[in-house]
């Protein structure tokens, strides 16, 4: 049985982030609407960190669109599947080790990422079940301190005819992307 109360906080915070990603994107980050087709690229004026390779850095690419999509639609088969090994391989670290954190995927074989594997799946499986579909329907990259984060969001549509909304955020991990957070 879900905790209503614990679901309306989460929406709340959700909604909270999808107001400030609305204002990012409103203050001249790019994005893109899948239904749409339009896009919106960053600007001259928008700041771009010294750290940062270029101001393409932050110009999505359809190649990049396409491989962070084709994440999300993995997450979501391992979740449905219980496949909880094979996602590890598309989970950002987050562990205690410095040099890897933000910078690595998850070992499955290490007890504890196993555990953060398992616990992040479980999640992505409360959002999985009775999913009939879901539409990518923004695309919006945003510079922090981890690097660059690919975020797609997403509507979903359950089985039940309700819609929920799930902000997927993702880093390049050498030359594949990898899913380090979700709102």
């Given at each position: ?34 239904s ?45 599947k219980?496949?909880n ?60 301190y981890?690097g ?36």
């Amino acid at each position: 049985m879900i905790d209503c109360t614990k679901l309306l906080v989460r929406r709340t915070q959700f909604l909270l982030f999808l107001g400030l990603l609305i204002g990012l994107v409103g203050c001249g980050q790019p994005a893109e609407s899948e239904s749409e087709g339009a896009t919106t690229p960053a600007t001259e004026s928008t700041p771009t960190p010294p750290e940062s390779e270029g101001a393409s850095d932050l110009i999505p690419t359809e190649a990049d669109k396409a491989a962070c999509k084709a994440v999300v639609n993995q997450i979501l088969e391992y979740a449905q599947k219980g496949e909880n090994k094979k996602a590890a391989d598309i989970l950002v670290y987050r562990g205690d080790d410095e040099a890897r954190r933000w910078k690595d995927i998850c070992r499955y074989d290490d007890p504890q990422e196993q555990v953060f594997v398992d616990k992040t799946l479980a999640t992505i499986q409360v959002i999985a079940d009775g999913l009939a579909s879901h539409d990518f329907t923004e695309f919006i990259l945003e510079k922090e301190y981890e690097g660059v984060w690919y975020v797609w969001l997403v509507d979903l549509k359950y089985d039940n005819g309700n819609t929920n909304k799930q902000a997927f955020a993702m880093l390049k991990i050498g030359d594949r992307f990898a899913l380090g957070d979700m709102e």
